[in-house]
Each structure stands twice: as C-alpha cells, then as structure tokens.
DNA sequence: TCAGCAGGTTGACTTAAGTCAATGATAATC
DNA sequence: GATTATCATTGACTTAAGTCAACCTGCTGA
C-alpha cells in the first residue's frame, strides 16, 4: 500500500500494454487505486466462483489460469508473465471468476478494484478502448484455441505451439517455461501423450529435445503438421 | 440506407442489449451511422481473414460463426439471433475477422462501420462500458466452451447443452432451433456420434426424442451426466 | 547418505469417437 | 407429384489418445 503513490508504479502501469500511452495524469489516478500484493509459489490468487471484485496485473513472476473437471483433470487457459492483466473478465461481466488462478513462481501482481476502475472508465474512454482491444485480443486466443482443441489433433496442437514459442522467443531454439506436464495440460492433453508426441516428433526428425531445450529442425515440416495435424 | 435516420431504428437500436439504456441522443448518432444490409439465407457475411471493417448487429434471422479445419471440418463458435452483436472483436483488436460468419435464414442485419464507431465509443464512454460487458460475456461463453471441448466427451458436453437449452428455453420439452447436423458442430462432433448419442439418452430414459422435439425426462439423471460427462 | 517424492518416459491395454458406407426420411424445387 | 438434394440414422471398422502400471531419473530434506 506504501506504493500506492510510488512514482515508479505509475510509470510501470504506463510501460503495461493494458495503459500504455496514456497521459500521466490517468496513470497517476490508476496508480490511486492499485495495491501491490504479493502471491507465493502455488498459492491460488481466485477460484472458480469467487466474486469478481476486481483485477490483476502482473508485476513480477507467473500465473496460470486453469479449470478443473469434475474427475480432476486440469486445462490450462492461459499462462501469464509480467505486464499482462487477467481477471478483467469478471469485472465487466459484473460476475463471479470463471476459472481458477495461481502463481506458478513467487509473484507480485498489481490489483485493481472493480467499482474504482469502474469509475475511471467511465471517465476516461481511452481507458476503455485500451480495454475494448485486449479483450478483443483474447478471444481472439480462445477462438484459435477452440479451434485447435476441437478441430486438431494433439500432433497438430503441438507443432502449432512450438511454432508460437518460436515466433514469440524468435529463436529455433526453445526454452520451454513449463514443464511437461503443465504443457501436456495447456495443448488439453495428458504428460504421457505429451512425452510419446515429443519423441516421435524427434523420431521423424522435425525437432531436437533435450531436456527442456527443444530445436526446431524441419520448420517447414512444422508448420504443415500444424496445418494439417497429422503425421 | 433510406432507413438512416429512421426513428424505428434508433428506437430498435435502444431495445438492443448493447445499447440499451444510452441516451436517445447517443442512439441517434449510432443510427447515423449505421446500415441495414440484407443477406439471404446461406450468403457469407465475412469470411476469416477478412479486414474487420466493422461490425454488426442481427436485427432479424439468424447467423452461424464457425471455423473450417484444414481438412473440412465445421466448427461453429456461435449462433446469434436478433438483437445480438457480431464481429466486435476485429474491430477493437485492429485485425481481420478470426472465424466465418454465414446466415442462417434470410436476415436483416444492421452494419456499424469501424471508424466511424470507435469516434462515438471515444465521445460515449457509457457506450465502451457497454460493449465490455459483452465482450466479457462473450470471454465467458468461450472460457465454457474450452471446458466443454477440452474436459468433457460427448454425452457431457450433450447433456449440458440440452440443460443450458432447456434452461433458456424455460420448459422441459425442448424445441432444437438447429439442425442436428449443425448442433453435432456446435459440439464439437460430428451428425453420427450425436444420433448415436441421442439415442443412447434415451435408450436410458433421459429423455424423449421426437424429430426435433426432445422432452426431459430425468432432469437429474441430466445433470449428472453433464457434471461427470459419462455414462 | 539414503529415503522419498515429483517429474518424465515407455509399454500394454482399453475405449470413445471418428471414418466409410448403406439406407431412410424429409423437404425443397421444378 | 415426381425428382433431387439435404438430413438423419445405423452398422462395421479403425484409430487416436486415454488409463494403468512399471521404471527411471534427479532432488530435497531428515
């Protein structure tokens, strides 16, 4: 809460996709109404039901987004690094969380209250269309997940995210951030089916594993497998 | 265009979800810029991967949002009816239309141009708020969807939308609004698993089927299968 | 140092659901 | 009212991927 006022939160809420660009002086009023908390390794930040009082950004660390099935199984919606916000969802549908939320490290997120950020929007219509586009920018993810999970198979969804890692670490050589299992979870499969699709990927020789280092060989390879989805 | 300016329009405007309770000066400056387009029942309305030019409000018939799988399949996302909006998510995001969006029945539909709507949105900040909620909403529709698609098998996802049916229907006897070929897409399935698993509901007395009427039966026995997702 | 545990891999087996193909049943069109 | 399309249903078959179980790391902490 001493941060609250802190000069150099409102300059980091102005460097955050969500409110760049915008003038100092909303930043300053956003800034007014943030509280810098902090969320352990494995700690759930909201679970699925909870009231949506307000949202999060994150400052420092990781969190997953995730649902669970009735029988247990876990499927990862969305894995999120500094500088993206989450829970705006439930702030403007004026409902409750409709997933589950924990810090995959030790984290510090910045939280917005709902009826105070409320208020700013409704002053301030760029807030608003600054908002309008990351949402619009979601579902545009969920759409391709849609897409992926019902019409891929999991060849396909692997490829198609190994492609993504690659564009966003611009790199042929991938670090995966997860681990296996929760990327197994993440493309909506098991570790075991995860495991055999890696190795046959390297069998066929479209990649290199070595632990958590994955080498794209044959992009182009790639690339069709994600199109078409089978090998 | 004729209908421009018309007071019914504005009128209908406001009776709308996204719009309603904006001041009628607010829906005059919408309708002014609005279009009412006609499409005949099987017209594409947009195609993936077109420029989002704008984005439209059904004002009569119906409107199919699906995906095409490299190899054919159809997944739809969305069915939207009267008053319902589509197409929001390119205009925010700045990109081109993720999905297909084809009508259903012959329909009437209203046309709000990009450019000239993000101006009123800037001016209206009532009007971002509204649109928010709608996206949020929309967010939540999919964030189901996911879990349907990624955690439950057929007779899950089935029993659940006969319940969600049921529920917006508000009686136990159930009119499908959709083929069985376009529900079976809806799902995420294809016309002979759901035969197969209509059936099978009501081989174990769910519920009754005749044609396009199915009557409930066992309620609880429903949602039970929805919640487990087997049989 | 060693027990214990989480994460990862591999094999054998099972199963849900897709494909292919044939046949009825409507509904639409001329 | 006959003739195509389109939709729905059913059966036989195939297959992707899940379950179960064994086993192997490499750590963490007593």
Redesign the interface.
């Known amino acids: 809460m001493v941060e609250n006022r802190d000069k150099s939160l409102v300059k980091w809420l102005g460097e955050t996709s969500l409110f760049v660009g915008m003038e100092e002086q909303h930043l300053r009023e956003l800034s007014g109404i943030a509280m810098v908390v902090s969320y352990k390794r494995r700690a759930t930040i909201f679970s699925e039901g909870d009231p949506g009082s307000g949202f999060y950004l994150v400052k420092e660390g990781k969190v997953k987004i995730y ?1 669970i ?3 247990g ?1 876990e ?1 990862i ?1 969305h894995i999120f690094g500094p500088g993206d916000p989450f829970g ?8 409750s969380f ?2 589950h939320a924990v810090a995959l490290e030790n984290s510090r997120l910045v939280f917005l209250p709902r009826d105070d950020f ?1 208020v700013l ?6 807030l ?2 600054s ?3 990351v ?6 993810q ?6 992926a ?4 198979e999991v060849p396909g969804r692997l490829a198609a995210h190994l492609l993504y890692l690659s564009k966003k670490q611009s790199t042929g050589d991938l670090q995966l951030e997860l681990s296996k299992t929760q990327l197994a979870s993440l493309l ?1 499969t098991i570790p075991e089916t995860l495991s055999r699709m890696l190795s046959k990927l390297q069998r066929e020789g479209f990649v290199t594993i070595e632990g958590a280092k994955i080498s794209i060989v044959d992009r182009v390879g790639l690339v069709e497998l994600a ?3 089978k090998f």
Do not use: C, H, Y
């Open positions: 649902m099935s009735p029988d199984k499927q919606l705006e969802v439930a702030v403007f549908a004026g409902q409709p997933a409320v929007v409704a002053a301030n219509p760029a608003g269309l908002l309008l586009a949402l619009s920018q979601r579902l545009r969920f759409t391709k997940m849609i897409d999970l019902s019409l891929k909506g199109e078409i989805g």
